[in-house]
């Protein structure tokens, strides 16, 4: 009798171990990020050069002709031509609400791979693109379009594939028997500066000032323009990359416990550091790809969830997921319309937000910078 | 005593039977050389930083199934010496061996399962409870994605119970005094559920409760589970009070070792740690310098 109740008991808690992690605070952020992308995805779809009512915007956003149809979805996410819809709803579905979902999608992409950073590094201010990952995406955006013009159509790819041969380099530079923190930082602080010398002499090389804001706009970070398409190019990786991200949460927990005690409790360290910098340099590439580099997302996001949801990662990195959209959407929200009929690169005023509120953590906090 | 050591392969021998006169703790099998769970084989250890070697050590054995202490002045390579037999350092020359195997040998998970370590410095984010700490302990177990079992959830609260720490398993690590944090940390290395153990002046900084504390659990867990355990320890009193078996370091060197009555001498007090100091057997040791420095 005693017996069962207390493997009754045990296995409580070992269900407790599963789920408990889930608390108030951490379904609280997730709900009041949610509203936040409901709300912006609204706005966003209500307004731009072809007006129309709140009412009728929701009705083309349950439109039963898209949500219901199989063969519309396949469109979407596959690509194909459209069957006939009404013109709000295709406004809606095939203007407006992509660019939702693609703020959405690079949002939680930064998210995490600015979180991920911040365990391998174990540096509260390191972003996605600390490890020379935006130096070299942003090198190769202004090579292909300045001097390989010819390959602008793959520019997605060859800027995530850039970002990534950065790291590549990085991880190089930083290794001797091994890495550490503080020269992966300094590595990437060393690859970053001279592909942002050779990014910036490239520029002088530009007559055109159409490729000059496409530049711009690139290594800015910008949603304009974008659609279904980016959606597919991003979606697959950021599936991966989010799923990682999840699964790794315990390793990202014990790397916050010091090197030496994770190589103790016998984590192969430099394994498991690269692996997990390659999941965040995924993530970085997948949002590169479709947004350019939005800068201060990455690092303010899993900053903000952080002080709400604690280090441990199991929450942070589903706090990421959440709150990172939500930023990104209510930002690109303020890039599409606060100027209208100007657009400003989302990168811009994720600065412009971001900034600040490093100011405001600066003044209020004691020790800012260690996980 | 110790020119007489010098040399004599024997001497683990002699030491195992004056022990095992001295309390009736049968440390030697049949005459044979007791049986080393660890050791260290003509280690030669430094840092990237350092020219010389930091520790030179010809040989050093943990006797399976004892305490050892490393005691020494500061500087004298015990935690460099115990982070080399932890596979933390890679020797210049020389290997480990642990159950007979070369540490190289082992892959890291599976070594994190027979050896624990517990560093001298540790850090953890504030916000960490103890439970969650603990329960970090059980990764050598786990594979990547695994999620916690039966056996995890065991060991968890066998460590909590052992470490005494139940009381505060839901609190967060930045709250807690220095000497709870080290119980806790003491808990994670107990869920390793390791043969081995070994930790690094795990009772410095601590108030003598907790110092008292740590030092029983750890011989809790010696006693009940015939866990090895070598422990670098400061206070050469409490070492040798506490310790079956104590191994003194000068300068990077083996200055002596054995069973802490034949090690703690008057001479090793002004040889190693330059205090002329009486040492009284009342029978536990004590330890009064003469004059002050």
Known sequence: ?371 | MSEQQSGDSQQMVQHGETDATADGRASVENGSTRESALTGDALELSYPTSEEPVVECDRIDIPRGEITALVGPNGSGKSTLLKSLAKQLSPDTGNVYLDGKSITEYDDKAFARELGLLSQQHDSPTSLTVEDLVYHGRYPHRSFFEQVNEDDHEAVERAIDLAGVEHIRDKQIGNLSGGQSQLAWIAMVLAQDTDVLLLDEPTTYLDLHHQLRVLETVRQLNEERGVTVAVVLHDIAQAARFADYLVAMQDGELYDWGPPREVVTEELLADVFRVEAAVNYTPDPEIVPKHSL
């Open chain 1, 1 to 371: 009798m005693s017996g069962t109740t207390s493997t009754e008991q045990s296995s409580g808690s070992v269900l407790n171990r599963l789920f408990g992690w889930i608390d108030g605070s951490l379904v609280s952020l997730c709900l009041a990020s949610l509203v936040v992308v409901v709300a912006g995805g609204l706005v966003q779809v209500s307004f731009g050069a072809f007006s129309m009512t709140i009412g009728e915007a929701w009705r083309a956003v349950f439109d039963p002709a898209v949500i219901f149809d199989p063969q519309v979805w396949q469109v979407f996410l596959l690509g194909g031509e459209l069957p006939d819809l009404s013109r709000r709803t295709l406004i809606v579905w095939n203007i407006r609400l992509p660019r939702v979902f693609v703020a959405a999608l690079v949002g939680a992409n930064l998210a995490i791979s600015g979180a991920i950073f911040q365990a391998v590094t174990r540096n509260e201010l390191a972003s996605p693109f600390i490890l020379g990952v935006s130096s070299g995406a942003g090198l190769l955006i202004l090579l292909t379009l300045v001097v390989f013009s010819g390959l602008a159509a793959y520019l997605p790819l060859l800027a995530a594939l850039g970002g990534m041969f950065a790291f590549v380099l990085v991880y190089l530079i930083a290794w001797k028997n091994g890495t550490s923190p503080v020269r992966l930082v300094l590595a990437g602080v060393i690859v970053g500066t001279v592909f942002q010398s050779l990014q910036t002499g490239l520029f002088f090389f530009v007559d055109d000032i159409g490729v000059v804001q496409s530049a711009i706009a690139w290594t800015t970070g910008s949603l304009t323009g974008t659609d279904w398409e980016q959606v597919r190019m991003a979606l697959p990786w950021s599936i991966i990359a989010i799923g990682l991200a999840l699964g790794s949460s315990r390793q990202l927990n014990v790397l916050l416990l010091g090197e030496q005690t994770a190589r103790s409790l016998g984590m192969s360290i430099e394994k498991v550091r690269f692996a997990l910098s390659g999941v965040a340099v995924l993530a970085a590439a997948a949002s590169i790809a479709v947004a350019g580099i939005v800068g201060f997302v990455g690092l303010v996001v899993p900053h903000l969830v952080r002080n709400v949801v604690g280090s441990d990662y199991k929450r942070l990195v589903v706090g990421c997921l959440f709150a990172g959209p939500a930023l990104m959407v209510a930002a690109d929200v303020g890039a599409r319309l606060a100027l209208n009929p100007i657009q400003l690169p989302v990168g811009v005023v994720t600065g412009l937000v971001g900034g600040p509120y490093f100011l405001y953590l600066m003044r209020k906090q004691q020790n800012i910078g260690e996980v």
